[in-house]
C-alpha cells in the first residue's frame, strides 16, 4: 500500500511540475522577453490568481465539486502552479534578454519567434527544472494533506494520506502503521528538495563560467 501510495503522490506531482513547466515556462519567457502591454497585461493576471491562496482555492474547488478523481485533481493543481513558474520563467527571461548572445542575434536580424525559441527558453529551462523539483515536493505534501482529509482520491485507492488516516485510531497501539507511511512522505520530500538544491548549484557554476 505504501508503494502504490507513491505511484498516486508521484502521479499529481508530476502532472503539476509539467503543467508549470510547459505553460507557465512558456508564459514566462514570452512576456520577459516580449515585454510592453503583454507583460504588464499577463502579469496583471497571474498576481490576481497569486492573491488567492492556492490550497485554500484548491480545497474550496474539491470540496464545491465533490472531486475525488486522481486526473482531475492532478490537473487543478497542475493549473494552480501555473503562476508561480511564470514568474520565475519571468524573471530568467528579463536577465537572458540582456546577454549579449541575445543582442547579437537581434543585431544580425533573427525573427523574435527564433530567438525566443533557440536562445530564451533553452536558458530559462534548467532553473524551471530546478524550481520543478522544490514545487514537487510542496504538492507531494498537499496530496498528502488532501487525502488525510478524505479530498482526494479514496479507498481502495491508496495514498499517504489516507493510510495515514486510517492507521491514526490505532496510534498507540501499533505506530508502525502511521511511521511508515510518513517516514516515506517526509523522505520523498527531503529527495525532491536535495534534487532540486542541486540543480541549482550547477546551473549556478554553469552561469558563472559563461
Known amino acids: ?92 527571461s528579463l536577465a537572458i534578454s540582456n546577454r549579449e548572445f541575445v543582442m547579437a542575434a537581434r543585431a544580425i536580424g533573427t525573427k523574435p519567434r527564433t530567438i525566443l525559441f533557440r536562445e530564451i527558453i533553452p536558458n530559462v529551462l534548467p532553473t524551471l527544472m530546478s524550481y520543478a523539483m522544490v514545487a514537487a515536493a510542496f504538492v507531494v505534501v498537499v496530496e498528502g494533506s488532501l487525502s488525510f482529509l478524505g479530498l482526494c482520491v479514496q479507498l481502495p485507492t491508496s495514498s499517504w494520506g489516507n493510510v495515514i488516516y486510517q492507521a491514526r485510531r490505532g496510534i498507540m497501539v501499533a505506530i508502525n502503521q502511521v ?32
Do not use: C
Open 1 to 92: 500500500r505504501i508503494l502504490h501510495g507513491a505511484w498516486v503522490s508521484l502521479v499529481v506531482a508530476t502532472v503539476a511540475a509539467a503543467f508549470g513547466v510547459i505553460v507557465g515556462g512558456f508564459l514566462g519567457s514570452l512576456v520577459g522577453f516580449v515585454r510592453g502591454r503583454t507583460e504588464t497585461l499577463t502579469m496583471s493576471m497571474i498576481d490576481v490568481i497569486l492573491a488567492f491562496p492556492a490550497l485554500v482555492l484548491l480545497l474550496a474547488l474539491v470540496s464545491i465539486f465533490e472531486v475525488r478523481d486522481l486526473f482531475v485533481i492532478s490537473i487543478v493543481i497542475g493549473f494552480l502552479s501555473i503562476p508561480s513558474y511564470t514568474r520565475v520563467a519571468r524573471a530568467n
Open 179 to 210: 511511521l511508515w507511511p510518513s517516514l516515506a512522505l517526509s523522505i520523498t520530500v527531503l529527495a525532491l528538495n536535495q534534487v532540486g538544491d542541486f540543480l541549482q548549484k550547477r546551473r549556478a557554476v554553469k552561469g558563472s563560467s559563461l
